[in-house]
């Protein structure tokens, strides 16, 4: 299992807004500002939506937010856009045995 | 902008050794970032397999590292993996990617290649 625990799917409508949930621990999400967010499309690279709990990189949309409380964090996409439909990882720094943890995987469905 | 793209074999047999390549381009392997590689089986998460500076320093994944090894090769502008013994769990989705310099996450994804272990 990952070390990370996230939803494995969500839904919404277009225009709503949805969040997605990455649950860690005091080793890594909780411990470190250094959680990312990747959106995920069949048969394509990962790319990098939010990184450092809450900065968007050049290019990507103001409807992708993220943040952080405690050990868990969140991403949330606001304005659905039948374009978002994909799955979403989310990544942390790690003290632990490894440098870099993952989640499982949310795959977003826009209804 | 910078790219990465996975190559080798598809289809490895059972004891067999995987090898990978990753080439990059719009970037030098010799900038200040580490490189990494990581997996995804079939319907599993991913998983952090070990990464690679220019210098040739290496960090592996403890539960992978009797088998893996990374190794760099600057003139050509990339990097590569091999995993020794593998099984059926070893299938999986390979990808490589950019450590930023900040080594605070993976900035820059290959679109990954899929290995299948079979014989």
């Known amino acids: 299992q990952s070390a990370l625990t996230q939803p494995a799917s969500v839904s919404g409508s277009p225009g709503q807004s949805i969040t997605i949930s990455c649950t860690g621990t005091?080793?890594?999400?909780?411990?470190?500002?250094?959680v990312s967010w990747y959106q995920k499309h069949p048969g394509k690279a990962p790319k990098l939506m939010i990184y450092?709990?809450?900065n968007r990189p050049s290019g990507v949309s103001n409807r992708f937010s993220g943040s952080k409380s405690g050990n868990t964090a969140s991403l949330t996409i606001s304005g659905l856009q039948a374009e978002d439909e994909a799955d979403y990882y989310c990544?942390?720094?790690?003290?632990?045995?490894?440098?870099?943890?993952f989640g499982g995987g949310t795959k977003l469905t826009v209804l | 902008q910078v790219q990465l793209q996975e190559s080798g074999p598809g289809l490895v047999k059972p004891s067999g050794t995987l090898s990978l390549t990753c080439a990059v381009s719009?970037?030098?392997?010799?900038?200040?970032?580490?490189w990494s590689w990581v997996r995804q089986p079939p319907g599993k998460g991913l998983e952090w397999i070990g990464e690679?500076?220019?210098?040739?320093?290496?960090n592996y994944n403890p539960s992978l590292k009797s088998r893996v090894t990374i190794l760099v090769d600057k003139s050509k502008n990339q990097f590569s993996l091999k995993l020794s013994s593998v099984t059926a769990a070893d299938t999986a989705v390979y990808y490589c990617?950019?450590?930023?310099?900040?080594?605070?996450?993976?900035?820059?994804w290959g679109q990954g290649t899929l290995v299948t272990v079979s014989s």
């Open positions: 690679i500076y220019h210098s040739g320093r290496t």
């Open positions: 719009g970037g030098s392997i010799t900038s200040s970032n580490w």
């Open positions: 990544s942390s720094y790690s003290i632990s045995s490894t440098p870099w943890v």
């Open positions: 990617a950019r450590v930023t310099a900040a080594y605070d996450h993976l900035e820059y």
């Open positions: 450092d709990v809450s």
């Open positions: 005091s080793s890594d999400v909780g411990g470190y500002n250094y």
